[in-house]
């Protein structure tokens, strides 16, 4: 099986720019969630969705915003993009049954914001 | 909410030795779940093991096993017989039942020596 797809790996912007970003999950998995890692504030949960719908979303503002589509495949779009927008965005899937979880992760989209 | 703290922002181990990773979390959900995770300079997430709360028995996987002491809310990762291939960033981190999200530690840079 092919792991979680990250594209683009890396992109350059400039401010006020705007940026989608996407993300393949596991083939079977229904649930797509996203993170931003930066050196100073860390790893922190953006949003996720589950079969289309966002199930649950991080504290940050809504120029961040997603979307997942019918075969699972999701996106990121980040608008009117600030310096401090410049992060690696991480993508995760996750594999459920009535007794395990798992999240797989891919590979990053490393954002530059000039 | 939750936290997840890390206060070692460095170790150092050499080949074939033994060390310990700390952390420490903060919770008031009953039902949840407690990860580490080894991001090498590929930057993708690599699940290295799990515990659910509710399980009184450490959990082990081959070289890597947890100490998991509920009450004082502490989650170390022990790494046996260190490999040059273990030196990566570590992260802690906590899942609660009720909401699908991973909240990260601040990591641990790892180095492995000959």
């Known amino acids: 099986k092919a792991g979680v797809t990250q594209t683009p790996r890396y992109l350059i912007k400039t401010r006020g720019q705007q940026v989608t970003l996407s993300c393949s999950p596991i083939s079977g998995h229904r649930s797509v969630s996203w993170y931003q890692q930066t050196p100073g504030q860390g790893l922190q949960f953006l949003f996720e969705y589950f079969s289309e719908t966002q199930r649950n979303k991080g504290n940050f503002p809504g120029r961040f915003s997603g979307r997942q589509f019918s075969n699972s495949r999701s996106e990121m779009n980040v608008s009117t993009l600030e310096l401090g927008d410049s992060a690696l965005y991480l993508c995760?899937?996750?594999?459920?049954?009535?007794?395990?979880?798992?999240?797989?992760f891919g590979s990053g989209t490393q954002l530059s914001v000039l | 909410a939750q936290t997840v703290t890390q206060s070692q922002p460095e170790m150092s181990v050499q080949e074939a030795e033994t060390v310990t990773l700390s952390c420490t979390y903060d919770t008031s959900e009953s039902d949840y779940y407690l990860f580490w995770y080894k991001q090498p300079p590929s930057r993708q997430m690599i699940l290295v093991i799990r515990q659910e709360a509710y399980k009184q028995q450490n959990a082990t996987e081959n070289r890597f096993s947890v100490n998991f002491q509920k009450a004082a809310k502490s989650f170390s990762l022990k790494i046996s017989d260190s490999q040059l291939g273990d030196a990566a960033m570590y992260f802690c981190?906590?899942?609660?039942?009720?909401?699908?999200?991973?909240?990260f530690g601040t990591g641990t840079r790892l180095q492995v020596t000959l």
């Open positions: 995760a899937s996750r594999f459920s049954t009535a007794t395990n979880e798992k999240l797989f």
């Open positions: 981190a906590c899942e609660t039942g009720t909401a699908s999200k991973l909240t």
